[in-house]
């Protein structure tokens, strides 16, 4: 899954992009995730994290990538430890309990504690958190798309396309116009053209990795 798809970069571009998939917005889409885990120090989207390593911590565990969502195994030392043995929370705070009592680790050695989950916003779960993350993201890789093409239509004086044509009546149906210069070679690099906005800066901090 990815933050957004080609038909909402169309949408925002208001541009008919003639490959299905377009292996430039796919790149780009890629590109700009990866920009915006950047920026808030983390991943986004729900994946699986195998054997996460910790020190054994006074209180709770920290998992890094939140919210967590669910825990397949906890060891300490090697040892698995069940699942009434502990206690996570969705911020990323996981607690060896018994009896809904926090108690020690009891380990002291380092990177003791191993934890394989489920963490990052997850379809389904957390749809405003991935809707406000998708929408950025489709205008991040809307104004990368746009400058590229741009960029590659200037010297052939290709013009960029708008909305050619609105049905109505019922049908809700919208036409874009096609330059026919959307495919376009992106050189110097996909960071050429990604860039993060200060306002879009100021949204992400929201989702900024704030646990260790």
């Known amino acids: 899954m990815a933050l957004t798809t080609q038909a909402e970069i169309e949408k925002?571009?208001?541009?008919?992009?003639?490959?299905?998939?377009d292996s430039v917005v796919t790149s780009l889409i890629a590109a700009a995730?990866?920009?915006?885990?950047?920026?808030?120090?983390?991943?986004?989207?729900?994946?699986?994290?195998?054997?996460?390593l910790h020190d054994p911590p006074d209180g709770a565990v920290f998992l890094k990538n939140w919210p967590v969502t669910s825990i397949t195994t906890v060891t300490v030392d090697g040892t698995a430890v069940a699942s009434s043995g502990y206690t996570f929370y969705?911020?990323?705070?996981?607690?060896?309990?018994?009896?809904?009592r926090?108690?020690?680790?009891?380990?002291?050695?380092?990177?003791a504690i191993s934890v394989t989950y489920a963490g990052g916003y997850l379809?389904?779960?957390?749809?405003?958190?991935?809707?406000?993350?998708?929408?950025?993201?489709?205008?991040?890789?809307?104004?990368?798309?746009?400058s590229g093409a741009a960029s590659?239509?200037?010297?052939?004086?290709?013009?960029?396309?708008?909305?050619?044509?609105?049905?109505?009546?019922?049908?809700?149906s919208v036409t874009y116009a096609t330059s026919g210069g959307e495919s376009f070679e992106l050189g110097g690099g996909l960071t050429r053209f990604i860039q993060i906005l200060d306002d879009e800066r100021r949204q992400l901090q929201t989702y900024r990795g704030i646990l260790v």
């Open 12 to 21: 925002r571009l208001q541009w008919d992009i003639t490959a299905e998939p």
């Open 33 to 52: 995730t990866a920009h915006m885990e950047n920026e808030v120090g983390r991943k986004l989207e729900s994946a699986t994290y195998t054997a996460e």
């Open 90 to 100: 969705s911020d990323g705070r996981l607690h060896r309990t018994s009896n809904s």
């Open 102 to 111: 926090d108690l020690s680790w009891n380990s002291s050695k380092r990177k």
């Open 123 to 146: 379809a389904g779960t957390h749809t405003s958190e991935l809707a406000h993350l998708g929408s950025i993201c489709t205008e991040i890789v809307a104004r990368a798309f746009r």
């Open 152 to 172: 590659a239509a200037a010297p052939a004086g290709i013009g960029l396309g708008g909305i050619s044509s609105v049905t109505l009546a019922g049908s809700d």
